[in-house]
């Protein structure tokens, strides 16, 4: 079975079971991570509340944690719904958004890889940099330096705490034990649309609900997102329409478009 054959087949698994993904998320991307995991055939369910969050876990395919939001409210969820993922075997997916830029995005993530193990950490360059103790050179949420500066971050990740570690960037790099791939595609207008880093981290969970594997997911996860880029772009005049194109994308993708457009480097 070919990679292209292998994401086509998670993704028919997420429209035909429609997982449910908890996301404790950040308030500027609340609306646009849900939408795109509808429209890929997931059922997104956005909260931050700390009395229902056992519940919902239990019910959930996935769960994924953003850093977007540092309000306290959101920070005091985090742990306890972890914890919560981690009795019931649900996988977790870490987005340490803007790790580097204070202490409070840096000190947490790190505070819940030292009692939990993560699925998957997905950020950016200087993010995955921050988590393994070097300079990240962040400037807020953005990233200040290239995918490839953080490899062998990822990698010392990846090591410390399992599962899968992706570096996005122009090009995204899936860590796992032992080697690395190099997902291509997109589009230079991505980076203009606030949140599709957040969206890529969703996608990720939508991903992990349907596959055990944990690079795989990933994987499938990061080459799904690119293609679906690469597609809005092909009809979008700006940002804007790029982000509404890029819904359509995920709806409609078809096998043939995975084979067509999936720019995987091993």
């Not at 500027?28 to 509808?38: G, H, I, P, R």
């Not at 580097?100 to 699925?119: C, E, I, Q, Y």
């Not at 804007?240 to 078809?254: E, I």
Request: charged residues 20%.
């Amino acid at each position: 079975m070919t990679d292209a054959d292998k994401v086509y087949r998670d993704i028919q698994a997420i429209r035909d079971n429609k997982p449910l993904v908890l996301n404790i998320t950040n308030y500027v991307v609340t609306n646009s991570t849900a939408n795109a995991l509808l429209a890929l055939g997931a059922s997104p369910i956005m909260s931050h509340a700390e009395e229902e969050m056992a519940e919902l876990v239990a019910i959930s395919g996935a769960l994924v944690i953003n850093l977007g939001t540092v309000a306290q409210e959101y920070l005091a969820a985090m742990e306890p719904t972890w914890a919560a993922a981690d009795a019931v075997g649900v996988p977790v997916i870490l987005d340490p958004v803007g790790a580097g830029a204070s202490t409070v995005r840096t000190a947490t993530p790190l505070a819940l890889l030292a009692r939990h193990k993560p699925f998957i950490i997905r950020g950016n360059a200087s993010e995955i940099m921050t988590l393994a103790g070097e300079a990240g050179g962040g400037k807020g949420v953005d990233s200040t330096s290239g995918a490839d500066a953080a490899i062998q971050a990822g990698r010392a990740l990846r090591r410390k705490h399992g599962g899968a570690v992706v570096v996005s960037g122009e090009s995204d790099i899936v860590c796992t034990e032992g080697f690395r791939v190099r997902v291509l595609g997109g589009s230079e207008l991505m980076p203009r649309v606030t949140g599709l880093g957040c969206t890529a981290s969703a996608l990720c969970g939508a991903f992990a609900a349907v596959n055990k594997n944990p690079f795989e997911a990933a994987l499938h996860a990061t080459v799904t997102m690119k293609i679906a880029g690469e597609m809005a772009a092909a009809k979008a005049s700006g940002p804007g329409t790029l982000q509404l194109y890029f819904y359509d994308a995920l709806y409609a993708m078809t096998a043939e478009d995975v084979a067509n457009h999936i720019k995987v480097k091993r």
